[in-house]
């Protein structure tokens, strides 16, 4: 008995402090395809890009990734303005049919993953950080540093987030881009402008989610593929666009992961963030939390 | 040009192709060939809806890797002769497409995009926790010494039964084209609200067009094992099949037949000549980076630029 509380126990716990990254992961799919509408499937490539820049930062300098996830996050938002421009001018502005740029982000998923295998090669690498192997103990609950850093970490940027969502101009002018262009338009926004720095926004975060998962995880370049399933599920779950429905979706994929790790075995853990998304498709497109 | 003129059409050049046995004595050549064709069947197969409905499937690695694990099962199972594993193995992933049709088609066509993806890591994700089948190991299917109908070695004779395959794709996916469905599917693909105020039953066209070319890719899985010989979940649901279905045809040209095999042709046999001479991983490189150019710069593939040049001479 007491076997099985502190084995559920520590699934619940690992479950949560995993949510809580999962929510990093997922909240830059949240804003480009749950307010920007950019289906943008190759967001799971920028994040292990950003791990390997991370993991490169501090092979070379001994930089830790939470450091590296600050100072990489401005070159990630570039980048993503530099993706979002092509992606404008491409198919946007010439109202090309969205099939296309689903087309054009699965390349993007593409190169990125092939040009990592042809710089780092196949192999999982990993970091070691002061706080990798400590784990505090309360009772038979275990508190590995290497999930509580990240949890807290993204939990906050999470919380900085829905407030630049909700009380400055720009995030206000982000939601209403969806809702209605024009009206924007006729209040002096650009429009366009606008989500061209949400969508860099939410490359940034794909950067600093990146840093974290090198501390939780050995990476490697194919590993993006399983996490497009879980960003997409997170989104959905949460109700597509809600930062804080992210959580809650990626807390919900947390728990049903590392139960199903626990009581069936790791090898089945991916199946359940895509086994999950198509029953939230088929049930409840609207997500848990949409209206 | 009437089906049965296209099909008689079809079935001489297949002849013409199956011929090559007698004249060419390098086995290689069948090797490679054998994955031209595959590549023709799954481009075709992914334009059906692709191009001619206008749904993006992620997951053609997931419908390939039913036909090639239906067939490692019935061989396993009762040593299965080939044409048992090719119709069981179509109609499964025929089955599968309508399923992930039927859940994801009535909302926005992005879901069924992820929906598709999602259904490639769940069957991967099965098949590898799956001991009978060979789990993560992987399993052996070991072709017959002798080829039937005197072909000699085995991989001519699956050349052969390839070339039939992808010529009776290719007529099927021609009819649908030239068919009352294939308008349907048109208008779906052009405008969905317009097409369902119109009285087109997009719902019925969409999941007839997902079941076939659920089936068709399921179809180009069939042989696979037989000619790989030793099968293992990685290699089977490998996202290059996926990239390819989607780069072959807006490369060729979405929206007619020939599109899918002008790109897969062309790719393939580009892809086949790297993969010897330089590496798998440039030539996976070359594939992304085509398809990325091709998607923002010639959207409508090689088709669409020689239209464009007939117009243009036709009018001064």
């Known amino acids: ?291 | 040009m009437s089906n049965r003129l296209f099909a008689a059409i079809a079935g001489v050049v297949a002849a013409a192709f199956i011929g090559l046995n007698a004249a060419v004595t390098n086995d290689y050549f069948f090797s490679a060939a054998y994955i031209v064709l595959l590549y023709v069947i799954l481009s075709t197969a992914w334009n059906i809806l692709g191009g001619y409905t206008g749904y993006v499937n992620f997951g053609t690695a997931g419908f390939f890797a039913l036909g090639v694990y239906t067939s490692v099962v019935l061989f396993k199972a009762f040593k299965a002769p080939l044409p048992v594993m090719i119709v069981a193995g179509t109609l499964v992933a025929a089955v599968a497409g309508l399923g992930v049709g039927y859940l994801t088609l009535r909302l926005r066509g992005h879901f069924f995009a992820i929906a598709t993806l999602a259904l490639a890591v769940m069957l991967f994700t099965f098949v590898t926790n799956w001991d009978y089948a060979g789990g993560a190991r992987g399993a052996y299917v070991i072709a017959p010494r002798e080829a039937p109908f005197g072909f000699g070695h085995y991989i001519r004779y699956l050349y052969a039964v390839m070339v039939v395959l992808a010529a009776a794709s290719i007529v099927v996916a021609r009819a649908i084209e030239h068919s009352k469905l294939g308008r349907g599917l048109a208008a779906i693909r052009d405008d969905e609200l317009a097409a369902e105020c119109a009285g087109v039953p997009t719902l019925r066209l969409k999941l007839v067009s997902t079941t076939i070319s659920g089936g068709m890719m399921g179809l180009a899985g069939t042989t696979f094992p037989l000619f790989i010989s030793f099968i293992e979940p990685t290699s089977a649901f490998s996202l290059t099949y996926a990239v390819n279905a989607i780069a072959m045809p807006v490369i060729g040209g979405m929206n007619t037949w020939m599109g899918p095999l002008i790109g897969a042709v062309l790719l393939g046999t580009v892809q086949q000549l790297v993969q010897v001479t330089v590496s798998s991983a440039w030539n996976l490189l070359i594939v992304g980076v085509l398809l990325v150019l091709f998607v923002t710069m010639a959207p409508s593939g090689i088709m669409g630029w020689v239209r464009t040049r007939q117009h243009r001479r036709r009018a001064p």
């Open chain 1, 1 to 291: 008995m007491d076997l099985s509380f502190s084995l559920i126990g520590n699934a619940i716990v690992a479950g949560l402090l995993l949510g809580g990254f999962y929510a990093a992961v997922s909240v830059g799919v949240s804003i480009s395809f749950g307010m920007l509408d950019v289906v943008n499937i190759a967001h799971p490539a920028f994040i292990i890009l950003g791990s390997y820049i991370a993991l490169t930062l501090n092979g070379l300098l001994g930089i830790d990734p939470i450091v590296c996830a600050v100072l990489i996050s401005p070159a990630f938002f570039a980048l993503g303005m530099i993706v979002y421009r092509a992606y404008y001018l491409c198919f946007e502005q010439r109202g090309r049919d969205a099939l296309r740029g689903l087309a054009f982000f699965f390349g993007l998923l593409f190169i990125t993953e092939v040009g990592l295998v042809l710089v780092f090669g196949v192999d999982y690498r990993t970091v070691n950080t002061p706080y990798s192997e400590t784990a505090w103990h309360l009772g038979v609950l275990d508190f590995p540093l290497r999930l509580v850093v990240p949890f807290c970490v993204s939990v906050a940027v999470i919380f900085g987030l829905h407030q630049l969502l909700r009380r400055t101009f720009f995030g206000r002018a982000v939601l209403a881009v969806a809702q209605d262009p024009l009206a924007l338009r006729l209040m002096g926004v650009n429009p366009t402008r606008i989500r061209e720095l949400a969508f860099a926004l939410s490359i940034a975060t794909a950067g600093i989610a990146g840093s974290f998962l090198i501390i939780i995880q050995p990476v490697q370049p194919s590993i993006g593929r399983e996490y497009i399933g879980l960003v997409f599920a997170v989104c959905v779950l949460g109700g597509m666009g809600s930062v804080y429905g992210t959580l809650a979706g990626a807390v919900i994929l947390g728990l049903a992961e590392t139960f199903t790790a626990t009581f069936f075995g790791p090898s089945w853990a991916p199946a359940v963030s895509f086994g999950l998304l198509l029953c939230t498709l088929a049930v409840r497109p609207a997500g848990l939390f949409g209206r």
